[in-house]
């Protein structure tokens, strides 16, 4: 029976990983700040990644200062968990008698604002925030591991959504919510274009690339589990109140400085290597996590929406 490490646990991707993995009878242990018991720790603590990797045949590795605005607030904190933090885990990987595979979860933010959309796997990188930055640094690091004879991959996310266990100020969860209560959503970049990637699709390929590996294959080249679908901002904002129903309104704001403003990616690679394709519409990811907030009002505790 497989025995497969997730840092960053907790987290909207971790967490939907972790139940695919176990539904497929693979043994999971976790690590992250908020996780509990053995599974409570920090990547930066060598000794809490040794332990974790006890007896593992793989790791998906997704604990990071997960969002661009909290690396603008706290630089330091970014690059120390997102760079050092996947080094601790290359590093005691590295020194395991039999070394696990690794799954590393990048980012389109690492090519900042491409030249040419959709953008591919071999589009040049230039990121202009310091998560960009620091995931960018990680794949060098998985690059370097790989020269080494490490089985270690990289994937590119792209704007993932589809839980209310989200944070509730990204974009989709604060347009969704503020729809609910018919309030006001907040657009930062009206024009503003992104790929929205909904959660049941990044763990269909994430789970399908764990296959993969499990199967003695080489680690492939970085690879996006994206749609290849453009929306703006503005799109976005509409199909949120279309579906909720109700009176709210959307109000422009100025962008901000460090986002990147247009993208949206080509995924062939990830069909020609694992044969995956994105299953679920946005229109039809937005209409489920409406329908789960309006279910349950107790997450659906209105404040800003924010984009």
Known sequence: MQRILITGSEGLVGKAVRIELEKQDMIVQGLDLLGKGREWGNVLDTNAVH????????????????????GERDPDACWRTNVEGLGNVLTEVSNQVTPPWVIFAS??????????????EETPQCPV??????KLAGEELIQQARLKGMRAATIRLSNVYGRTCDHHDRVIPAFARA?????????????????FT?????????????????????????IHFLTGQATTLQQLAEISIEIAGTSASVVQASPRSYDVSQFYGCNQRAFDVLGWKPKVSL???????ISDYKSDQSINTFNESLS
């Open 107 to 120: 980012s389109r933010e690492v090519y900042g604002q491409p030249e040419h959309l959709p953008a591919n």
């Open 283 to 289: 229109r039809e990811g937005v209409t489920r996590l």
């Open 179 to 195: 729809a609910v209560n018919g309030h006001q959503l907040r657009v930062d970049g009206s024009g503003h274009t992104f790929d």
């Open 129 to 134: 925030n310091i998560y960009g930055r620091s």
């Open 198 to 222: 909904h959660i049941d699709d990044t763990v269909g390929g994430i789970v399908a690339l764990v296959h993969y590996l499990q199967q003695g294959n080489d680690a492939p080249l970085p």
């Open 51 to 70: 332990l974790g990797l006890e007896g593992c045949d793989g790791v998906i590795h997704l604990a990071a200062v997960s969002r661009v605005v909290w």
